[in-house]
Structure formats: structure tokens, C-alpha cells
């Protein structure tokens, strides 16, 4: 690949291909992530006209334009008839390899380091759900705009604006603006100035993660589990569901104690045998210190007698306890 002496380097999906219509294929009720039916779907993907528009122009300066991805290169093929057909000029497309997990911020610092240290980047145009890029370019001082989640029902591609958006946090913003009879473009500007930019909400939101994961580490602590493995962000997220977990396992605890002694008088091989049962289970939850363990089953667990219940139940069963 060429080092040109300035370039512009663009993301594509959430900023020149907006992507909303296919995340429910991440995002959904089941909490099923299907990566390959999100990524077909790029297809159908609406292009950002406005952006690509200044896109256009960059590259009639002269300045070549780089579309820097994470999608993955396995969508190659469509991506690049995607981009044909809706006449969008690039002078290079380099997308993650499939098959790599590596984060798509940490994937594009890599790609720019290696291929561009000698360039001067007018400017990075990427998605705010890219934030590693974004924090990335702010250490070295690169221009960088942020382009937010579209707005509008998308039956329109011929009314379509980029709007600046001053958030209330003191960030500004990009978001595309197409077709929406429900609400006027100027009160949808409104309504998202008077909210943080997504930056800041992370930020927020990372603090509020941390701040629940302390909170369920000392109770780990007080209830005497053991210390959770795995990486940072997996035990973070571990903390607070088998928090919940262990929440749910005393309802039951207290149940049992509630109901011991008529149900041992009406049944005492039986309840002896429930009984042990859930000792059993609530033993092997003790031990259980594999972070991943209690994200892969977290639809599962609810702070709940019911839930608690549920999920002694499926242990004892599955470990043979019953």
C-alpha cells in the first residue's frame, strides 16, 4: 500500500454504511448473537450520502481517501459491490481478516501505524461506537469526527442531511438525518443536544460497571467466594451475576429452613435427598471461579426464589446431584 503524504481514513460501518436495520441480529430478546446473518446483511445497508459526499470531495483535492474497517474480510466481495453501487471512491479497503477477534479500535491503530506513519491525516471519520479509535486519535492530536446513530425511519434517501449535534457534555457530533414524519429535524437536534455524547455516556457507563462490580466483589468477599478468573472485562461482568446467583441461592436457603421440618415429617428420604442436592450444587457454584463460566450462563440466573430454585435445580441435575 502507498504512503501518500495526506490522507483521510474512514470507517464504514456507522459512518458511511449505516448499519441500525441489522442489529437486531446482535441485539435482541433471546440475547443471541448471530455474527454471520448481521454481516450478510451489509448489503442492504443505506448509504451516509452526506458524508460520502465530503468524501468525494476530499479525493478531488487529491487527498486519497482509506476506508479502514473491522467488518470482516469474509463480506469482501459484498462489501466491494456495496460500495460500487453506490459510487463511493476510495483508494484503499482494508478489512479485519476473518477469523480475527482482535477489537476493531485496537485492529485500526495497528492498520494506521503500520501502513501510514509517515502521512498527515486531515481527518478520521468514525462511528461513536468506535471509541478506542476516537481515544486513540485525541493522544495524537488527529483530527477526528464522530459520526452518531442515524436518524429517521430511512424510507428517504433522496432528504438527507449530516446534522451537528452540540452536546450537552461540550462534544460535538455528526448525525445523519433522513425522512422522520414523526418528529421535525430540528427538535430531534434538540433532544440530542440535551444529552451526552455517546463518548461521555461510555464513560459514564464504564464508571457505573465498575462501581457495581466493586460493590459485588466485597459481597463475593463477605459471603466467602473465592476470587474470579479471567480477563479484567470478564470479571467485571462475572461479579454482578454471580452476585445475583448467590442472591437467588439464599432465597432458597431461607426457604428450605421455612419448610424443613413439615417437609421432612411428609417425606424424610425425600427431603433428605433435596437437601443434599442443593449442598451439592451450591458447592460446585462456590468453586465455579471461571469468569466465562458465569457470563455463558447469565440468561439463566434471576434474584429470584423461582431462580434460585431454577438454577440449583439445573446443576444438581447436570452434575447428577438428584
Known sequence: MSKPKEIVICGLDGVIALLE???HHLYNDDGVKDWDRFLEACTDDMPNLPLIDRLNQARGEGVPVMIITGRSSAVREQTVEWLRQWHIGHDGLVMRPAGDFTSAGKFKAAVIERNFTGATIRRVYESTQQLGVAGWCAERDIPCTLIGPNQGNGESREVFELKVVNHICGHIALHPFYGDDDVTWEERVRQLADTPCRLCQAEEMAKERKQKADEARLAAREQGLPPLDGSEKQVEW????RIKAFSAVNKVLKWTDQ????????????????TQGIKRAIAYLEGQVDAKWWIDHRHGIMNSLDGGRGLLSAVAEQEGYL
Open 259 to 274: 419448610v424443613s421440618a413439615e417437609a421432612e415429617a411428609e417425606d424424610p428420604e425425600h427431603w433428605s435427598t433435596v
Open 21 to 23: 436495520h441489522r442489529l
Open 238 to 241: 462475572a461479579e454482578g451475576i
